[in-house]
């Protein structure tokens, strides 16, 4: 489930070969991290100083509103968090697609966050606790079948970041599916419909006017069914206590790596400071379209 890239076997990497073991549910990790990063001073002081100001779960360069939200605007650290989050998340939208010239070929860049908190022993209620084994459901809003795309790096420059992962959505789905009462919910194009459509363009022209989270207020039929078993997983104990498929995996300081959040099940187990950047791939970009959690549910309706 983990494929490790170092700089000689990710220059030597196919076209879409990186792009097909994402879609084939595999966490890609990247030892270096391939991209160039924050300078020292910078992070150092986004660790220091992001936990004591932190009025949100995170601090997020939202590019739609072109501002960031989780700091209160007098914050004397906004501006440089804007300065490191914005350009962060340029870097990454460049390296994709370079290294995935199909899959990331109409990449929608999201936001790009810092994760400045401990991830063990936080106490969020089950729906926002990322220590769950969960699939992503709506990155900020709807994706319309559309893939999710996180690629993180820790920037703790002493401590491992721990995951977590039950395995990926095609067998997950088989398994809980029915126990989840995802058919119940499923719907025959599982697409909007006309007045879905004009929900997503009012949502979307609020974010463009300076209220960004507008768009996580925006849903569709199939995004609705991926968060009822986004729900289901961590709201259920004998889910989450279940050890068949179980996977532990670590991520060193300055590490790398990406994954596909709407396929494979993850949870953060442990770990502060990261960064983290979100994208949206096209359904229509994808080289494996019949593992896309989308087509899997339409094909089960």
């Known amino acids: 489930m983990l494929q490790v890239y170092d700089e000689d076997s990710l220059a030597a990497a196919a076209p879409d070969e990186i792009g097909d ?24 002081t986004l660790r220091t100083e992001l936990p004591r100001q932190l009025k949100r779960k995170n601090v997020s360069y939202h590019p739609e509103a072109d501002k960031v939200t989780g700091l209160d605007d007098d914050s004397r650290i906004k501006d440089l968090a804007y300065d490191v989050l914005s350009a962060h998340r340029n870097r990454i939208t460049a390296f994709l697609r370079k290294v995935m010239p199909t899959l990331a070929s109409n990449i929608k860049a999201g936001t790009c966050s810092f994760r400045p908190l401990e991830e063990q022993g936080r106490n969020l209620k089950p729906h ?47 398994k809980y599916g029915r126990d989840a009462g995802l058919y119940e919910s499923l719907t025959p194009t599982l697409e909007r419909g ?14 463009h006017i300076g209220l960004p989270l507008a768009t996580v207020l925006d849903s569709s ?81």
């Open 221 to 301: 039929p199939y995004d609705r069914v991926m968060r009822k078993f986004h729900n289901y997983m961590k709201d259920t104990p004998e889910f989450q206590a279940r050890m068949d498929d179980h996977q532990m995996f670590r991520f060193e300081p300055f590490s790398a790596w990406m994954v596909l959040t709407d396929m494979v099940s993850h949870a953060s187990c442990s770990g502060q400071h990261a960064l983290v950047y979100t994208g949206l791939v096209r359904l229509e970009d994808c080289r494996l379209p019949e593992l896309a959690p989308f087509n899997i549910l339409r094909a089960a309706a």
């Open 21 to 44: 073991a994402l879609e084939k549910g595999n966490i890609i990790k990247f030892m270096p991290c391939p991209i160039e990063l924050p300078g020292n001073d910078a992070l150092e």
């Open 194 to 207: 006309p007045l879905g459509k004009m929900r997503t363009s009012l949502l979307n022209g609020l974010a």
């Open 128 to 174: 926002a606790s990322n220590e769950l084994v969960h699939v992503d459901a709506g990155a900020y809003g709807a994706t319309n079948g559309d893939r999710i795309l996180r690629f993180f790096v820790n920037v703790n420059p002493e401590k491992d970041r721990v995951w977590a992962s039950k395995g990926a959505f095609p067998d997950l789905f088989e």
